[in-house]
């Protein structure tokens, strides 16, 4: 069982940057795929990164170039940087915890909201 509590969220100006925070509690982080996923009002939720125990990582096409997803394994921490913020990536944030292997142990945080207006 994992528990993960995101944080970091907010409004911010176009333009402007924010870094979001998941706390991970449980057993055996760095087995888990740790993932940002976002969803804006009337749409689905999408991917926006990932990042492998190992480190490696992929992006949403739309974020590429601004966005930055890290992990610090030891502290149990999963980080995405945001940069260059537009109004187009006003969302609700949520961090998920996904087995590497087994799909089925797949975990999601509460969320944390971020608003980009002027």
């Known amino acids: 069982q994992v528990q993960l509590v995101e944080s970091g969220g907010g409004l911010v100006q176009p333009g402007g940057s924010l870094r979001l925070s998941c706390a991970a509690s449980g057993s055996s982080f760095s087995i888990y795929i740790m993932g940002w996923y976002r969803q804006a009002p009337g749409k689905q939720r999408e991917l926006v990164a990932a990042?492998?125990?190992?480190?490696?990582?992929n992006y949403a096409d739309s974020v590429k170039g601004r966005f930055t997803i890290s992990r610090d394994n030891a502290k149990r921490m999963a980080y995405l940087q945001m940069n260059s913020l537009g109004p187009e990536d006003t969302a609700a944030y949520y961090c998920?915890?996904?087995?590497?292997?087994?799909?089925?142990?797949?975990?999601w945080g509460q969320g944390t909201q971020v608003t980009v207006s002027s």
């Open positions: 998920n915890a996904r087995h590497a292997y087994s799909s089925t142990l797949d975990y």
């Open positions: 990042i492998t125990s190992g480190g490696s990582t």
